[in-house]
Nanobody, 126 residues
């Protein structure tokens, strides 16, 4: 599975962005799609994840109520709608795919995802 993230940019605090993740290759093997982010000098952290059927989702506490994860199975696309952005959201955002099934307790761990996109930069200024 190959993943291509896009949609990043530079915005002001309070603005919105929508990130996209295009999947190609063996897309039928995808069971979970997640988003992680990494700010300069910090470790990669979990943002949000969804089962590919859309039934299950999980969010980091820092983005709950502001970010929404979704997907379009027919087009092999994943999305991360980010509203009310804050300077602390500044990071490179990565989409990731997992072939194994959904296990809520594991879905925030980057090690549980086999495939990764190249990242898209989001910069939020105050």
């Amino acid at each position: 599975v190959q993943l291509q993230a896009s949609g990043g940019g530079s915005v002001q605090a309070g603005d919105s962005l929508r990130l996209s993740c295009a999947a190609s290759g063996r897309t039928l093997s995808i069971n979970v799609m997640g988003w992680f982010r990494q700010a300069p000098g910090k470790e990669r952290e979990f943002v949000a994840t969804t089962s590919w059927n859309g039934i299950s989702t999980r969010y980091a506490d820092s983005v709950k109520g502001r970010f929404t994860i979704s997907r379009d199975n027919a087009k092999n696309l994943g999305f991360l709608q980010m509203n009310n952005l804050k300077p602390d959201d500044t990071a490179t955002y990565y989409c990731a795919a997992r072939r194994s099934g959904w296990f809520y307790s594991k879905m925030a761990l980057s090690s549980e995802y086999e495939n990764w996109g190249q990242g898209t930069q989001v910069t939020v200024s105050s």
